[in-house]
């Protein structure tokens, strides 16, 4: 098995031939055929090279779907392009893909922490919308612990300048000289929301670290900075969403 090669009903239903389980009955019944040989449940294609035939018509893949995790780095813009000639997150990616990928869920130059690129519309959307209410969690340094009183304000919502953010999930994660870390979780996404909510509340962010977005996680990274979302991981993905 290698990157490059999908499930045959899956290469099928992201063709809009029919949906996999459709797919698969067609496959069974012999009306598929591959590289000139009548296909098998359990087959895998690339898409780009093998010939994929079904009731004598050609199939022609839509652009393959593809999924990248990302440990993004300070210094570097959640964009495809930047106007200022900073290093932007595509510029991450291996240098062999060629589709056009796009960031879901920015995270501004000087926050870091997980991210996600890819083609799929519709999963993006199920991320960022905030109808879908995804949870996305922060780690927060600042230089002062916060009080008590603080934290709880984070917990009932805070009043921006744009309105009251819904209440946050806030726990202490640790506290010593240099300064403390707090983990926040929202599920709204207002721009640079987490740094208003804490300095609306008196702390200044000296670090802001995104860990995970939904069901995904900066641990699935491993310590890489870069993965791609294996077939299985990105069904787990939106099953649970």
């Given at each position: 098995?290698?990157?490059?090669?999908?499930k045959l009903?899956?290469f099928?239903?992201?063709?809009?031939?029919?949906?996999?389980?459709a797919?698969?009955?067609?496959i069974?019944s012999?009306?598929?055929?591959?590289?000139g040989?009548?296909?098998h449940?359990?087959?895998?294609?690339?898409?780009?090279?093998?010939?994929?035939?079904?009731?004598g018509?050609?199939?022609?893949?839509?652009?393959?779907?593809?999924?990248?995790l990302?440990?993004?780095?300070?210094?570097?813009?959640?964009?495809?392009?930047d106007?200022?000639?900073?290093?932007?997150?595509?510029?991450?990616?291996?240098?062999?893909?060629?589709?056009r990928?796009?960031p879901?869920?920015?995270?501004?130059?000087?926050?870091?922490?997980?991210?996600?690129l890819?083609?799929?519309?519709?999963l993006?959307?199920?991320?960022t919308?905030?109808?879908?209410?995804?949870?996305?969690t922060?780690?927060?340094?600042?230089k002062?612990?916060?009080?008590?009183?603080?934290?709880?304000?984070?917990?009932?919502?805070?009043?921006?300048?744009?309105?009251y953010?819904?209440?946050?999930?806030?726990e202490?994660?640790s506290?010593?000289?240099?300064?403390?870390w707090?983990?926040i979780t929202?599920?709204?996404?207002r721009?640079?929301?987490v740094?208003?909510?804490?300095?609306?509340?008196?702390y200044?962010?000296?670090?802001?670290?995104?860990?995970?977005?939904?069901p995904?996680?900066?641990?699935?990274l491993?310590?890489?900075?870069v993965?791609?979302?294996s077939?299985?991981?990105?069904?787990?993905?939106?099953?649970?969403?």
């Amino acid at each position: 098995m290698t990157e490059t090669t999908i499930k045959l009903q899956a290469f099928m239903s992201q063709a809009g031939i029919a949906s996999r389980r459709a797919s698969e009955k067609l496959i069974e019944s012999g009306k598929v055929i591959v590289n000139g040989e009548t296909a098998h449940i359990g087959q895998r294609v690339n898409p780009k090279t093998d010939t994929v035939i079904c009731n004598g018509e050609t199939i022609t893949p839509s652009e393959q779907k593809r999924y990248f995790l990302i440990d993004k780095p300070i210094g570097v813009v959640s964009t495809t392009n930047d106007e200022l000639g900073r290093k932007n997150v595509t510029q991450l990616l291996p240098k062999n893909v060629k589709e056009r990928l796009y960031p879901v869920g920015r995270l501004d130059i000087d926050s870091e922490g997980l991210l996600l690129l890819t083609n799929d519309g519709e999963l993006a959307q199920k991320l960022t919308h905030p109808k879908y209410e995804v949870e996305k969690t922060y780690h927060v340094f600042t230089k002062l612990n916060p009080t008590f009183n603080a934290i709880q304000h984070l917990r009932k919502g805070v009043k921006l300048k744009e309105g009251y953010t819904s209440p946050a999930k806030v726990e202490r994660l640790s506290n010593d000289e240099t300064g403390a870390w707090t983990e926040i979780t929202i599920s709204e996404g207002r721009n640079h929301q987490v740094r208003r909510m804490m300095e609306r509340v008196g702390y200044e962010v000296e670090k802001l670290v995104r860990i995970s977005m939904g069901p995904l996680h900066i641990d699935m990274l491993d310590g890489e900075r870069v993965i791609e979302l294996s077939e299985e991981q990105v069904q787990e993905l939106k099953s649970d969403l």
